[in-house]
Nanobody
């Protein structure tokens, strides 16, 4: 079992930055691949960033060059540095974990709101 708790959301002006954190419980955090997802009102949840257990990363084009995902296995922590934020980045952001051999994310946090004003 993994429990995930996000923090760091808030209100920021366009062009600003935020850093999201996700604290994970459990002793096997390093074995999990991790993702940051986001869901805007009226839209489907989408992947914002991914980091494997081996620290390979992936970003969709919408955030590439602006967002950076990282992890600190010693602290059981996941981060998302978001720069040059745009109003369209406004969403609830969730961290999620899946076992490295699976494709389905089994564990989800409660989400943290990010609002970017124009």
């Amino acid at each position: 079992q993994v429990q995930l708790v996000e923090s760091g959301g808030g209100l920021v002006q366009a062009g600003g930055s935020l850093r999201l954190s996700c604290a994970a419980s459990g002793r096997t955090f390093s074995r999990y691949s991790m993702g940051w997802f986001r869901q805007a009102p009226g839209k489907q949840r989408e992947l914002a960033a991914f980091i494997s257990s081996g620290i390979s990363t992936y970003y969709p084009d919408s955030v590439k060059g602006r967002f950076t995902i990282s992890r600190d296995n010693a602290k059981n922590a996941l981060y998302l540095q978001m720069n040059s934020l745009k109003p369209e980045d406004t969403a609830v952001y969730y961290c999620a974990a899946r076992e490295a051999t699976k494709t389905v994310y089994d564990y989800w946090g409660q989400g943290t709101q990010v609002t970017v004003s124009s």
